[in-house]
């Protein structure tokens, strides 16, 4: 079983709508949770970061951290045609010098 | 401007040649890393360092070496490639291992091997 796990999609929405992407894991110790943005051929650039559960918001952007689910949300609220990229989602805990992502979600946002 | 860069960006190869992929930062972090991006397979480490001269290997290190003489330096090495390491190799830097909200990647290095 992997340690993070991610629909790769592709995810197809229309202009406007609400998306959401997740990622569920199975290590508990997790504490520290990341969405990276990746246009295609560019590195991934951090979008939300989370330490331990809760909601975090940022524009039309919002994590979400259940801990006790062990899953965590990315909403992207009026989605736009720049928003068409993929989604790695990210955790780590601390000390532990690692990094695990998922395998990235592709969204194309149509107009 | 933070910024990670690498080079090449892009690079065919044929197998059994070494090559060296550089990597850069600019903002003093101590923890640096080296990933592997497949399709379906996401990002997998292959290398990290916590600080000069301390590197440690990460899920994938077989075929390739690393070293960090210098804090803003970290090359990965691939010393006799072959055809299963062509992919698309990104860099990054981060203050440390673990809290996330600090890591910069580099553009990305796309490696062909014949």
């Known amino acids: 079983q992997k340690e993070v796990e991610q629909d790769p999609g592709p995810l197809s929405v229309p202009e406007g709508a609400i998306v959401s992407l997740n990622c569920t894991y199975s290590?508990?110790?997790?504490?520290?949770f990341m969405w990276y943005r990746q246009y295609s051929r560019k590195g991934p650039e951090l979008l939300m970061y989370?330490?331990?559960?809760g909601n975090k918001e940022d524009g039309r952007f919002t994590a979400q951290v259940d801990k006790s689910s062990k899953y965590i949300s990315l909403f992207i609220r009026d989605s736009q045609p720049s928003d068409s990229a993929t989604y790695l989602c990210a955790m780590s805990w601390y000390n532990f010098n690692k990094f695990y992502f998922g395998s990235g979600t592709k969204l194309n946002v149509k107009p | 401007e933070a910024q990670v860069t690498q080079n090449p960006r892009y690079l065919i190869t044929v197998t059994g040649k070494k090559l060296t992929v550089t990597c850069s930062q600019n903002?003093?972090?101590?923890?640096m890393s080296w990933y592997r991006q497949d399709p379906g397979l996401g990002l997998r480490q292959i290398y990290y360092?916590?600080?000069?001269?301390?590197?440690d290997k990460g899920d994938v290190p077989e075929g390739y070496k690393v070293s960090r003489k210098e804090k803003r330096n970290f090359p990965l090495i691939l010393e006799s490639p072959s055809p299963n390491q062509t992919s698309l190799y990104f860099c990054a830097s981060s203050l440390d291992g673990y809290s996330g909200n600090t890591i910069y990647f580099g553009e990305g290095s796309w490696l062909t091997v014949v």
């Open positions: 903002m003093n972090h101590e923890y």
């Open positions: 989370t330490y331990s559960s």
């Open positions: 360092s916590m600080n000069v001269e301390v590197t």
């Open positions: 290590n508990s110790a997790f504490q520290y």
